[in-house]
C-alpha cells in the first residue's frame, strides 16, 4: 500500500478524512439510494473520521493500540494481508504500509499494542492455504503466530518476523488462530512483559495457550495450556475462543474467552508462568450467531481494567453481545472485588429492549487516565429491516452503571452478505478515544444474481471490497 496524505471532508455534521493517492478520486461513485444517517444519537465529541485504506479490498480484523507515554502516538493494523498504519499527531493524519509477512502467502488476524518502552508490536498469524472449512485442524498447512517490532513507536518496523509458535508443514500439524497481544505497562514486577493468548485448532479438540517475553519481544516461552479442558474442534459454538487479557496496576494477569455458553476468567500473579484454575463468571447465549447480511458473526468478550486507586486497581469490566434479548445486544458485567463477583449484564446499547435490531462486533477499553469504558459496534436501531450498520460510540463514566451512546460514524452501509471480520478495535487515553472498524463501501445491488467475475478484477472489489476506517472523539475538550 502506498502513503497516502488525508484529505478532510464534512458530512453531515461530522468531520470525515479520506485518503487520496495520486491517480484516484476523492470519493468513491456510488449508485442506488442514498446513504442512511442515523440521527437518533447525538454525534460523538470531536469525531473524526478516516478512511485508511483509499479502494475496496479484502480488508477486515482491525485493532489499534495508543502510546501511553506518548499519546499522540497511535498504530493500527488490519489484514489482509498484514498491514499497519500510524499516526503521530494523535490521529489527525495517517500513514499506512504494508508489513506482510514474506515467508507465507497470508498474515492476518492482526493485533498491536505498546509496551513500557514506547515500543511498537504487531501479532499476527501466517498460512499458506487453510484446512478444512471451520474444521480447520483437519487438513492443517504449515501455519504460526509471529510477531514484528517497531522500536521507533510504529514508523518503522523490524524487516524480519519473530516466531511465537510455529508449525512446519508435516501431517497432523495443529492450526494457530486467534491470538491477541497484551503489554504489561503497569509499575509492577513485571513491567514490560509482554503476553499472547490464542485458540490451537486440532484435529479432536480447541485449546486455549498462552505465552509470554521478557526481553521486549525478542524470545517467547514455551506456550502452555491455561484451559482447564479443551473445547469443541470445530471453530462454532462449543470451541475455546475469543482471547482477551489486561494487566492491573500490580502485575496481574486477567485472561477471558468464550467456553460454550460462559465466559471464563483465569488470573496470573507470577507474570503468566502460572495461571489459576478457570471459572465461569458470566452465562451467555450462545457467542457465536448469525447476522443477516453478515457472512459470520461472534460476541468475543474484552476485559478492561481501571488501574486507579490502589494497588490492585478499581473496576475490572468485560463486554460481549449476545441474543439473549431475540435480537443481538452488547452487554457489560462489572466487577469491584477483582474478578471474585461480577454484576448482572447491563444492556450497553440504548435502544429500546427487543425492538429487533442487532447491536454486535463490540470492542471495549477502559481508559487508564480518567477510568471511562469506552465501547464501540455496529448498530442497526435505525433499520427497522435490520440490514444496515452505522458505527456507535458507547462510554461509562459512573464505572459501567451506565453507559452514554454517541453516533460515531452516522453513514448506514449494508454489507451485502461480506465478512466483515471477527472483530473491530477501540483504544482509549485521558479521553481522547480511537475506534477502527470494517466499512462496506455503499452500491446499488453488489453483483447481480449469477454474476460471476474474477477476484482480481476491479470490478470484484468495488462491489464486494471492504475499507477499514478509524474513528477519533475526543471528550476532554468537550469538557472544557
Not at 53 to 79: K, L, M, R, W
Not at 143 to 159: L, P
Not at 416 to 440: M, P
Request: aromatic share 10%; proline share 6%; glycine share 10%.
Amino acid at each position: 500500500m502506498k502513503n497516502c496524505p488525508v484529505r478532510v471532508a464534512v458530512i453531515a455534521g461530522i468531520l470525515f478524512a479520506a485518503g487520496i493517492c495520486a491517480g484516484q478520486t476523492t470519493a468513491q461513485e456510488t449508485s442506488g439510494p442514498p446513504q442512511t444517517v442515523s440521527t437518533a444519537l447525538p454525534p460523538a465529541p470531536g469525531a473524526a473520521l478516516t478512511m485508511v485504506t483509499t479502494e475496496p479490498g479484502y480488508f477486515t480484523e482491525p485493532s489499534i493500540a495508543v502510546d501511553p507515554n506518548h499519546p499522540d502516538n497511535v498504530i493500527a493494523a488490519y489484514q489482509d494481508n498484514a498491514h499497519i498504519a500510524y499516526s503521530t499527531d494523535a490521529g489527525k493524519t495517517w500513514t499506512a504500509e504494508n508489513v506482510e509477512s514474506k515467508e507465507y502467502r497470508v498474515s492476518g488476524d492482526v493485533s498491536v499494542t505498546y509496551d513500557n518502552q514506547g515500543h511498537a508490536f504487531l501479532c499476527y498469524i501466517a498460512f499458506d492455504k487453510l484446512g478444512t472449512f471451520s474444521y480447520w485442524g483437519h487438513n492443517a498447512n504449515r501455519n504460526g503466530i509471529y510477531i514484528k517490532r517497531s522500536m521507533d513507536g510504529g514508523k518503522t518496523w523490524d524487516e524480519k518476523e519473530i516466531a511465537v509458535s510455529a508449525q512446519p508443514q508435516k501431517p497432523g500439524i495443529p492450526f494457530e488462530d486467534k491470538p491477541y497481544i497484551v503489554a504489561d505497562n503497569s509499575k509492577g514486577p513485571y513491567a514490560g512483559n509482554l503476553y499472547i493468548g490464542w485458540t490451537r485448532w486440532t484435529l479432536t479438540n480447541s485449546e486455549l495457550l498462552f505465552v509470554r517475553s521478557t526481553d521486549d519481544g525478542k524470545t517467547w516461552s514455551i506456550p502452555i495450556e491455561i484451559d482447564n479442558g479443551p473445547g469443541l474442534p470445530r471453530d462454532d459454538n462449543g470451541a475455546l475462543e475469543g482471547f482477551a487479557g489486561t494487566v492491573g496496576p500490580d502485575g496481574t494477569i486477567y485472561a477471558v474467552w468464550g467456553d460454550g455458553q460462559h465466559i471464563v476468567l483465569t488470573t496470573s500473579k507470577d507474570g503468566g508462568k502460572t495461571f489459576s484454575k478457570t471459572r465461569n463468571i458470566i452465562q451467555t447465549a450462545p457467542i457465536i450467531f448469525g447476522i443477516e447480511a453478515v457472512e459470520r458473526a461472534n460476541g468475543f468478550p474484552q476485559i478492561g481494567i481501571d488501574p486507579r486507586g490502589g494497588k490492585k486497581g478499581k473496576n475490572l469490566y468485560v463486554t460481549w453481545s449476545d441474543y439473549r434479548n431475540g435480537d443481538v445486544d452488547v452487554f457489560c458485567s462489572t466487577s469491584g472485588d477483582h474478578g471474585k463477583t461480577w454484576s448482572p449484564a447491563l444492556r450497553v446499547n440504548t435502544d429500546q429492549q427487543h425492538d429487533g435490531t442487532d447491536q454486535f462486533f463490540q470492542w471495549m477499553a477502559v481508559d487508564p487516565a480518567d477510568g471511562s469504558v469506552n465501547v464501540v459496534f455496529y448498530d442497526r436501531r435505525a433499520d427497522q429491516e435490520n440490514r444496515r450498520q452505522t458505527v456507535t460510540l458507547a462510554r461509562s463514566t459512573d464505572g459501567g452503571k451506565t453507559f452514554a451512546n454517541y453516533a460515531w460514524n452516522p453513514l448506514a452501509f449494508d454489507a451485502q452478505g461480506v465478512f466483515l471480520g471477527d472483530y473491530t478495535g477501540i483504544a482509549a487515553f485521558n479521553g481522547r478515544v480511537y475506534g477502527i472498524w470494517t466499512v462496506k463501501p455503499n452500491e446499488a445491488n453488489g453483483a447481480r444474481p449469477g454474476q460471476t467475475m474474477p477476484r482480481s478484477s476491479a470490478e470484484y472489489w468495488r462491489l464486494r471490497g471492504t475499507q477499514i476506517q478509524i474513528g477519533v472523539a475526543d471528550f476532554k475538550s468537550s469538557d472544557k
